[in-house]
Nanobody, 120 residues
Framework: QVQLVESGGGWVQSGGSLRLSCAAS????????MGWYRRAPEKRRELVAI???????NYGDSVKGRFTISRDNAKNTLYLQMNSLKPEDTAVYYC??????????????WGQGTQVTVSS
């Protein structure tokens, strides 16, 4: 089994900052990619940022220059530093992991989601 535990969401005023964390634990042999997605009310889920084991990093266009994704490989923990937050960043943020278990089974795993609310 694999568990993803997210933390760090909350409420902040426009222009403020928040830092999200996602700790992956359990039967993990190799992590191919870790990332953050978000879903705002009545909108489709969108990519926020993702980083691969090859150290490739991609950001959604709406967060480039404001958000920074980072990863502590030793702890299998992912972070998202969010600066200059805007009301349109309000959404539920989900941690995503593409990994392989000790039984060589590869799959996608999602966290439970953490709410980020930015007030104007």
């Amino acid at each position: 089994q694999v568990q993803l535990v997210e933390s760090g969401g909350g409420w902040v005023q426009s222009g403020g900052s928040l830092r999200l964390s996602c700790a992956a634990s359990g039967d993990i042999d190799h992590i191919y990619a870790m990332g953050w997605y978000r879903r705002a009310p009545e909108k489709r889920r969108e990519l926020v940022a993702i980083t691969t084991s090859g150290r490739t990093t991609n950001y959604g266009d709406s967060v480039k220059g404001r958000f920074t994704i980072s990863r502590d490989n030793a702890k299998n923990t992912l972070y998202l530093q969010m600066n200059s937050l805007k009301p349109e960043d309000t959404a539920v943020y989900y941690c995503y992991v593409d990994l392989r278990t000790s039984r060589m089974a590869r799959g996608d795993y999602w966290g439970q989601g953490t709410q980020v609310t930015v007030s104007s």
